[in-house]
């Protein structure tokens, strides 16, 4: 009987330390997301393009304004500016290759 319940204490110690460890890994995991949800609103992140209230900005409170807005469509474009100069680059037609 003693060596049953030696075994179940141990048991119950191992099960309380897993526990713990995946409470660790789940808030880890948490701040992460976090994280990246706050990135995604800095990207200006369009959830929703309805207009409903969380469709953009979902994490913070900071107003998207026209300025903000014209200033990601500039990136936009300058991102496609710049896939298209790898592209062209790419094919030996830029940075002096070819």
């Known amino acids: 009987m003693t060596t049953q319940v030696e075994r179940l204490q141990e048991e119950i110690k191992h099960l309380r330390e897993h526990v713990a460890r995946l409470k660790r890994e789940v808030s880890y995991k948490d701040d992460c997301l976090h994280l990246k949800n706050i990135e995604l609103d800095a990207l200006h ?54």
């Open 45 to 98: 992140k369009v959830w929703c393009s309805g207009g409903c209230k969380g469709g953009v900005h979902r994490y913070h409170e900071e107003e998207l304004t026209e300025q903000m807005v014209k200033l990601a469509e500039k990136n936009t474009e300058r991102l496609r500016q710049w896939f298209e100069s790898c592209k062209f680059r790419d094919k030996g037609e830029g940075n002096g290759k070819g």
